[in-house]
């Protein structure tokens, strides 16, 4: 596809023109108890044209990717930047992008057939059935193939080429009355970029075997105690932790109230940039699409800027907030490459990436070693959280509590609740680098209308002190 002969066949009398094509091919493959309930393959294809006339911007989007499609596109985006003041600030014309991105590609799951992919998928599906008790299983994964071209009036020429894999697998276990579902690290959580070998790991099917083993032992399980102790959090947990309490929270269009009916607000402002204690001196938060693999990794974001690690939270310290090109125009604050669109037929607007809480020191049985008592939590089952990011309760899969710094009993039905940041400022400890684990989600939603759009959250084990917990059904 010539973006470049698309974007000459513009012709407004405009500052500034952009260009953005995007094509993408999603293939589902989706089993239950060994059965398959749905195979497909779906394609959407269209354009994004923006148009900036006298620092108002404006965007038409169109399925029809030719000539006279683009054309009438500018046209319309055009009529509207003269008609409508869409903007109180300037929107200087964006930075001029060029180059490509490729996702890392090991094992490319086309070389694979689909009957394969189904044999692997019903194996996953009669592994985690370890007995009768074990009432349903369920595995499945999802390969996207994403492709953008952008270009721009001011020598924007940028191609990136995005493979992302996820897959899922899951037992649910039932005695009498209680069931208990337990998952590969929660639902979805397992996204990437990449290939196959992010599901043709070498601890695949001890993987499989656990999560079966597990969803008996929970249905067997105590409920979670209620108390006040230290919360041990694993890294498939700390993904909902990080983007709820720390990734929405600082999203700037956010906190200048563009969300505020849809999403809610923030606990943040503007002022807080560069000295509020947002949590303990362990904290560092890196914004870091660059991080080979994971699953909003890109090269530059929507708005032409690239990509590049920075520090949202240093020691603690809140410096930086999750803003675009025009946020960071608007507020004053430094932000970073995180325009990001959904898809061709959405304008960019601020949205994490990859986020990510850094290391500390230590293996898993070194961070516990000294806890008396404490409760360990894994895999997210619900969440809840107000408005202002402030108030949350979050609920996990599968629980164990730590005696004299060992893991003893297993614990169903745990849940935690907090104040986002009396709660990070209750850290702790940090795992080292051999506990740190990236996981993902195909399913943030922001924005009207509706962007669902992929992130990516690495972390370490971590420790709170003086969480309340609780259980329940």
């Known amino acids: 596809m010539n973006a470049t002969a698309l974007l000459h066949e513009i012709d407004v009398s405009a500052d500034w023109v952009g260009v953005r094509l995007v094509r993408e091919t999603t293939t589902n493959h989706h089993l239950r108890d060994g059965h398959p309930q749905a195979h497909g393959r779906d394609t959407t294809w269209g354009a994004m044209v923006e148009v900036s006339v006298q620092g108002n911007l404006s965007y038409c989007a169109t399925t029809q990717v030719t000539p006279a499609g683009i054309r009438q596109a500018a046209a319309q985006a055009h009529d509207q930047a003269k008609s409508v003041l869409l903007r109180t600030h300037t929107v200087p014309e964006r930075p001029p992008a060029t180059g490509q991105y490729l996702s890392p590609v090991a094992q490319p799951w086309r070389e694979v057939s689909t009957k394969e992919l189904t044999e692997i998928l019903v194996k996953i599906c009669h592994t985690l059935k370890i007995n009768d008790e074990i009432v349903c299983t369920k595995a499945s994964l999802a390969a996207t193939e994403l492709e953008t071209w952008f270009v721009s009036t001011n020598g924007a020429d940028l191609y990136q080429q995005q493979h992302y894999f996820s897959n899922h697998f899951a037992a649910t276990a039932q005695v009498g009355t209680e069931v208990q579902t337990r998952s590969d690290h929660g639902m979805l959580a397992r996204c990437y970029q990449g290939g196959l070998e992010w599901l043709l790991t070498d601890d695949l099917w001890e993987r499989v075997q656990r999560i079966g083993e597990q969803a008996l032992e929970l249905v067997r399980a105590e409920n979670c105690p209620e108390m006040r102790t230290h919360l041990v959090l694993a890294p498939d947990q700390m ?80 410096r930086r907030g999750l803003g675009g090109y025009e946020s960071q125009i608007r507020t004053g604050v ?93 850290l702790v400890r940090l795992g080292g680098l051999e506990t740190w684990e990236m996981y993902g989600s195909p399913y943030c939603g922001k924005g009207e209308p509706n962007q669902a759009i992929r992130v990516g959250h690495g972390s370490p084990v971590a420790v709170f002190a003086n969480v309340e917990v609780f259980g329940g059904g």
Not at 300 to 318: F, H, K, W
Not at 408 to 426: A, E, H, I, M, Q
């Open 239 to 318: 993904l909902l932790q990080i983007h709820e309490s720390v990734g929405h929270p600082l999203e700037l269009d956010r906190i200048l109230g563009d969300e505020r009916n849809y999403a809610g607000w923030s606990f943040v402002s503007v002022s807080d940039f560069g000295h509020l204690q947002y949590g303990s001196p362990l904290m560092n938060i890196t914004f870091d699409p660059t991080v080979p693999g994971e699953f909003a990794s890109y090269a530059v974001d929507d708005t032409g800027l690239p990509a590049s690690r920075e520090y949202l939270i240093q020691d603690g310290i809140l």
């Open 334 to 426: 430094a932000g970073v490459a995180c325009g990001r669109a959904c898809s061709w037929n959405r304008p960019p607007i601020d949205r994490m990436a990859n986020l990510n809480l850094e290391p500390g020191m230590g293996n898993f049985n070194e961070v516990i070693s000294d806890i008396e008592q404490g409760i360990y939590m894994k895999s997210n089952r619900s969440w809840s959280i107000d408005d202002y990011r402030r108030k949350f309760q979050f609920g996990c899969e599968y629980a164990r509590l730590i005696e004299n710094g060992q893991l003893t009993k297993t614990f169903k039905n745990p849940n935690y609740r907090g104040l986002s940041s009396d709660f990070w400022r209750n």
